[in-house]
């Protein structure tokens, strides 16, 4: 496997990235890559059962995407709320940079703020006058590439139909598809493992391994452990 990042790129063009999902979600496109004659067929997401066998598991990611992006009162300065770290304290990202240097000011929700502290990989803290909830009239992180403002429909659809426990700033995305039909049908089993900010960053070093990649939670119960160690085969539904 190659760690050049050069051998990745690919044509992709702007027209194919959908802007919306699909009414249903299990009708989305799947791609198959039949190993044995190397020959790729494409099935729709609900045909998954097709492929799986007797006695696997599917693993699945149950965090919930936190309504983490605001912005300031004048929409000069556009937030992202990683993590509260305590009474009217926060560690953010921002956009653009400048405007919320060390000690700069703005506000949300007429609640004024003031920058704390710049971490080495551009993180803000910042001090709220208030302690208020900063997530409670937020909205949606979505990608950037998939090129529009977020909305409410949004706040259903960019989670999963089992998006549990918050903490994320971006959707398990592979699990998007699955709908509680699918589930029924499907030995599974759930942990929780919030996609973190570096989601979002890209990747300037001219290898994989030159790449620092960020931190994320993860938790696993007992429960599903014991599952996934008697699984015949494990079946991850990637983030």
Not at 116 to 124: A, F, K, S, T
Not at 158 to 167: I, K, L, R, S
Not at 176 to 187: A, Q
Not at 197 to 204: A, D, E, I, K
Request: hydrophobic share 40%.
């Amino acid at each position: 496997m190659s760690s050049k990042l050069s051998d990745y790129d690919y044509p992709l063009p702007e027209a194919l990235i959908a802007k919306r999902p699909l009414p249903r979600r299990d009708a989305s496109r799947m791609m198959v890559l039949h190993r044995d004659s190397q020959t790729i067929e494409h099935r729709q997401f609900r045909d998954l059962k097709t492929f799986l066998r007797p006695g696997d598991l599917l693993v699945l990611n149950n965090t919930r995407v936190l309504a983490a992006r605001r912005f300031s009162d004048d929409h000069g300065i556009e937030f992202l709320f990683l993590e509260k770290l305590g009474p009217a304290r926060w560690k953010c990202l921002v956009k653009p940079g400048r405007k919320m240097r060390l000690s700069a000011t703005a506000k949300i929700d007429n609640v004024p703020m003031h920058v704390e502290e710049i971490l080495p990989d551009g993180e803000r803290i910042v001090a709220l006058a208030e302690d208020v909830d900063l997530y409670a009239h937020g909205s949606m992180p979505l990608p950037p590439y998939i090129g529009r403002e977020s909305d409410p429909a949004d706040d259903e659809r960019y989670q999963t139909v089992f998006a549990q426990t918050p903490g994320a700033l971006a959707a398990p995305t592979a699990g998007l598809h699955f709908t509680t039909e699918i589930l029924s049908e499907i030995p599974h089993v759930f942990v929780t493992l919030h996609v973190g900010p570096g989601t979002f960053r890209p990747v300037h070093s001219e290898t994989l391994a030159e790449h620092p990649m960020h931190a994320e939670s993860f938790s696993i119960s007992k429960e599903a452990a014991a599952k996934i160690d008697n699984a015949q085969r494990i079946v991850a539904v990637g983030t």
